[in-house]
C-alpha cells in the first residue's frame, strides 16, 4: 500500500498569512495513463470533509482561489495565501492513483 | 445537484455485520466514468479509506479490511450498499459515502453528511 505523510501535523496559522502543508507518498503517484491522481480534502469541524483541489494543482468548483496545489511524483504541496477564520480544520491528502487508495494523517490547522 | 445519504444503524453489537446503504441522486452509477467509494473516520481520528465501485461493477478494497467487506451496487434504486462482517468496537466511527467522477480527473467531488456507527455490547 502506498503510504502518505503530512507535514507538519499541527499549524497554528496568522489570519492573513500564507500557509503550507507538504504531502509525501511511499511511491511515485504518477499513473499509467500519465495523470498524478493527488488530492486535497478540507475537513471543517464537524463537517463532513470537501473536496479543494484534485490532480495535484486542480482547483475543483467553488474553491476560493487562495487555495493551490502544487507537486509531482512524490512530494506535493497545499498553500494558502492567506488564511481566513473559515480555513481552521484538518486538511487531508489523498492519492487515487493505485489501490488501495490511502490517506494521509491530516493537518490540523487553527488560529 | 448530486447528493448522497448514508444510511445504517447506529449501534451494532460485537461479532454483528453491519450493513450501510448509501442513497445517492444527480447521477448514475451505469454512467461511464462514476464511481462510489466509502470512508470511514473514527471518533476525533483520520480519514481511512474502505472500498469503491465503478459504473462497470469493478470493486476494489481496503487491504487490512477485505477480507470483512462487501460492497455492491443496484442502479435501479441509486444504492450502493456495504457490508463489514465480524464488527468490533474500533469500528466505531463516522461513515461516509462519496461519489467519485472517474472521467474527469478522478474527483472525490461529492460527500454524504456520514452516519455514526456505535459498536457496543
Known amino acids: 500500500d502506498i503510504v502518505m505523510t503530512q507535514t507538519p501535523l499541527s499549524s497554528p496559522v496568522t489570519l492573513g498569512q500564507p500557509a503550507s502543508i507538504s504531502c509525501r507518498s511511499s511511491?511515485?503517484?504518477?499513473?499509467?495513463?500519465?495523470?498524478?491522481?493527488l488530492s486535497w480534502l478540507q475537513q471543517r469541524p464537524g463537517q463532513p470533509p470537501r473536496l479543494l483541489i484534485y490532480?495535484?494543482?486542480h482547483r475543483f468548483s467553488g474553491v476560493p482561489d487562495r487555495f493551490s496545489g502544487s507537486g509531482a511524483g512524490t512530494d506535493f504541496t497545499l498553500e494558502i495565501s492567506r488564511v481566513e477564520a473559515e480555513d481552521v480544520g484538518v486538511y487531508y491528502c489523498?492519492?487515487?492513483?493505485?489501490?488501495?487508495?490511502?490517506f494521509g494523517p491530516g493537518t490540523k490547522v487553527d488560529i | 445537484q448530486v447528493t448522497l445519504r448514508e444510511s445504517g444503524p447506529a449501534l451494532v453489537k460485537p461479532t454483528e455485520t453491519l450493513t450501510l446503504t448509501c442513497t445517492f441522486s444527480?447521477?448514475?452509477?451505469?454512467?461511464?466514468?462514476?464511481?462510489v467509494t466509502w470512508i470511514r473516520q473514527p471518533p476525533g481520528k483520520a480519514l481511512e479509506w474502505l472500498a469503491r465501485?465503478?459504473?462497470?461493477?469493478?470493486?476494489y478494497y481496503s487491504t487490512s479490511m477485505k477480507t470483512r467487506l462487501t460492497i455492491s451496487k443496484d442502479t435501479s434504486k441509486n444504492q450502493v450498499v456495504l457490508t463489514m462482517a465480524n464488527m468490533d468496537p474500533v469500528d466505531t466511527a463516522t461513515y461516509y459515502c462519496?461519489?467519485?467522477?472517474?472521467?474527469?480527473?478522478?474527483?472525490?467531488?461529492?460527500w454524504g453528511q456520514g452516519t455514526l456507527v456505535t459498536v457496543s455490547s
Open positions: 462519496a461519489r467519485i467522477d472517474a472521467a474527469a480527473g478522478l474527483k472525490f467531488d461529492s
Open positions: 444527480g447521477f448514475s452509477l451505469s454512467t461511464n466514468g462514476m464511481c
Open positions: 465501485i465503478d459504473w462497470d461493477d469493478d470493486k
Open positions: 511511491h511515485s503517484l504518477v499513473n499509467s495513463d500519465g495523470n498524478t491522481y
Open positions: 490532480k495535484i494543482s
Open positions: 489523498f492519492q487515487a492513483t493505485q489501490f488501495p487508495h490511502t
